[in-house]
């Protein structure tokens, strides 16, 4: 999957191209949101659902560093390393 035409596509299409292509990485959970990271090709896509009513909220590719370093910030990899 290229990433510009990735950009192209509307939510729905890029929401199911990144649930059947994409390695789920993590979900966050906030009060209202479920916030899914995946790693689709050589990009990183979050897709948002409401938690209410399980609804599609937004799809976006994430490349900012520091909101990526926020998923793995509290990862712990001691165990890695015995």
């Known amino acids: 999957m290229e990433r ?6 509307a ?11 994409g390695e789920i990485i993590t979900t966050v ?4 949101l479920y916030i899914s990271l995946f790693l689709l ?3 990183y896509v979050e897709i948002y659902v409401d938690k209410n009513s399980n609804e599609l909220v937004h799809v976006e590719i994430q490349d900012d560093r520091d ?3 926020a998923y793995i910030s ?3 990899i ?5």
């Open 41 to 43: 090709d050589t990009f």
């Open 74 to 76: 509290d990862l712990d």
């Open 29 to 32: 959970e906030t009060t209202d």
């Open 11 to 21: 939510s729905r299409y890029k929401t199911e191209i990144t649930w059947n292509y």
């Open 78 to 82: 001691s165990s890695l390393f015995v």
């Open 67 to 69: 909101v990526l370093y």
């Open 4 to 9: 510009n035409y990735f950009t192209t596509l």
